[in-house]
């Protein structure tokens, strides 16, 4: 089946480390986004791409850093410049860079600090 | 630049009982408008969406919202609800400008939790 597979599912940060957070796809999307989702919050976009090669920044993209070197993979690496990682991370995909909004989502990875 | 307000963050309901989730915009152009559920531990699936047309989109679960423009709401029913329904559901919302209707921006969610 078709989806978006992210891992690790939980994940644990020391302090001053980074650490990278997977996302792949499988769907032939061309559009991957990344969310960071705090409790009573909503989702906040942190990077997003269109096409391989090209991200470009969302709301809160400070501490943060993304590559999308291949189609299939957005990987998303939370660097120590991050004072505040504890979150829920989702990585979702569009079928085309003018579709705009998420339509599959992961299942998340959950980043906690040691 | 837009913004949701999703009114009720707790909504308890019993089984067989009609449910409203509310959500009211800000946008100074069109917008794209969708609602999002997400059951615990997962990612959010698509519910349904407004993009163009008729105002009241329905999803294959039972679910309908509609756009109503002059109030700038797009409330979430469902007439009577399961167990299964019990999730956080959020609604967003997107600019239909073209170079930047990639960027939803949701509200704060909406906890439905349905009883026996």
């Known amino acids: 089946d078709g989806g978006i597979t992210q891992s690790p599912k939980y994940l644990f940060r020391k302090e001053g480390q980074n650490v990278t957070l997977s996302c792949e796809q499988n769907l032939n999307h061309d559009a991957m986004y990344w969310y960071r989702q705090d409790p009573g919050q909503g989702l906040r976009l942190i990077y997003y791409s269109q096409i391989v090669n090209d991200f470009q920044k969302g709301d809160i993209a400070e501490g943060y850093s993304v590559s999308r070197e291949k189609k299939e993979s957005f990987p998303l690496t939370v660097t120590s410049a991050q004072k505040n990682p504890t979150a829920f991370y989702l990585c979702?995909?569009?079928?085309?860079?003018?579709?705009?909004?998420?339509?599959?989502f992961g299942d998340g990875t959950r980043l906690s600090i040691l | 630049a837009q913004s949701v307000t999703q009114l009720d963050s707790q909504v308890p309901v019993f089984e067989e009982a009609p449910v409203e989730l509310r959500c009211n915009y800000s946008s100074s152009v069109s917008v794209y408008l969708f609602w999002y559920v997400q059951y615990p531990n997962q990612g959010l699936q698509l519910l349904l969406k407004y993009l163009s047309g008729s105002t009241l989109v329905e999803s294959i679960n039972g679910f309908e919202a509609e756009f109503n423009k002059s109030q700038t709401s797009f409330h979430l029913r469902k007439p009577s609800v399961h167990i299964s329904d019990t999730a956080e559901y959020f609604c967003?919302?997107?600019?239909?400008?073209?170079?930047?209707?990639?960027?939803?921006?949701f509200g704060s969610g909406t906890q439905l939790t349905v009883l026996p």
């Open positions: 967003a919302v997107s600019d239909t400008q073209t170079g930047s209707a990639r960027q939803l921006t």
């Open positions: 979702a995909s569009s079928v085309n860079r003018d579709t705009g909004w998420p339509q599959h």
